[in-house]
């Protein structure tokens, strides 16, 4: 059969999947899928396939797929009607206005986490130039201190995972934004011994372990150790906790620490923090009202 992109998202998109059998001469789809996906998702992966945009796809149903790209897209959307997030199978996610490159090896940018970005920027904007030395701790894809850096050129970020692969995307992603950016492998401030910074922000492992989310949707995909601290009874707070009590040591006087946290760590957080020695705690909401941003600065 001749594969149009209106069969393929035809086909992706309702009971029964892609029709089984295997691909004939003329370019059909070989194999089948036992789940639909989303129609958006379909003209997303063609998009990505035909190196188009989506609004395209849209507007040329009758353009006919080659046989490589008709595997191909066979492919990517036997993956994500396996349940595979979207961000891996296409190889890239929007955060803060900017597209980022992920992989398995990182976890993928999310809405939420924008909240910390503009807390950042609201903190350096206050700054002088020579005041704006940034750390982004457990930095994944780069998307924090890519985003912080391309929002406030004057600011010198340094940004630190353990996992190598992670920094390799992170340096990627920093090469496409044009930004410069230190990277260390570092377990948090392992690597950072004599280094002082005004601000440090971090997204860390927060879900508890145990917790049934990590068994369900994108998060069964996502690199364990950059979602949970893997220790049972510290009801996700054990690398929160080790961020807070080595900040201080790492911050320049009046210095500010940042970080996104669970739903349910809001309080817990700001007792570490007030245990830590943190002053001026501060808290903000995601767009669901739910506190997800937490911080407070050492004394001057």
């Not at 609201?122 to 894809?141: E, F, I, M, Q, Y």
């Not at 949970?228 to 009046?254: K, N, S, V, W, Y």
């Not at 739903?263 to 501060?282: H, T």
């Not at 506190?291 to 004394?299: A, D, E, F, N």
């Amino acid at each position: 059969m001749t594969v149009t992109i209106a069969v393929v998202v035809a086909m992706a998109t309702k009971s029964g999947g892609v029709s089984d059998g295997v691909s004939d001469v003329d370019g059909g789809i070989r194999g089948g899928i036992a789940r639909v996906i989303e129609k958006r998702e379909a003209e997303m992966i063609l998009a990505t396939v035909l190196s188009s945009s989506r609004a395209s796809i849209i507007a040329h149903p009758d353009r006919v797929l080659s046989t490589i790209e008709a595997e191909k897209t066979h492919a990517m959307v036997t993956r994500r009607a396996a349940g595979e997030p979207m961000a891996y199978i296409l190889g890239t996610r929007e955060f803060y206005g900017r597209e980022f490159m992920v992989s398995p090896a990182v976890l993928i940018p999310r809405p939420e986490t924008e909240m910390l970005v503009e807390q950042a920027l609201v903190r350096l904007s206050k700054h002088s130039p020579a005041k704006n030395c940034v750390l982004d701790l457990g930095t994944g894809s780069g998307a924090i201190a890519v985003s912080v850096a391309a929002e406030h050129p004057d600011a010198a970020v340094t940004a630190t995972d353990i996992s190598a692969a992670a920094l390799a995307v992170a340096a990627r992603n920093a090469a496409q934004h044009g930004v410069q950016i230190s990277f260390i492998q570092s377990d948090w401030f392992g690597g950072l011994q004599g280094k002082k910074f005004d601000l440090i922000l971090s997204n860390p492992p927060y879900v508890a372990e145990g917790d049934p989310h990590l068994l369900q949707g994108d998060l069964r995909y996502e690199p364990r150790q950059a979602l949970t601290d893997q220790a049972f009874g510290e009801q996700g707070l054990a690398h929160i906790r080790r961020i807070i009590a080595g900040a201080p040591q790492h911050l320049c006087p009046g210095g500010w620490l940042l970080f996104e946290h669970g739903f349910d760590q809001a309080i817990a957080c700001q007792r570490l923090l007030a245990e830590g020695g943190f002053l001026e705690l501060v808290a903000w909401p995601d767009l669901a009202g739910i506190t997800r941003v937490s911080g407070g600065r050492i004394p001057s």
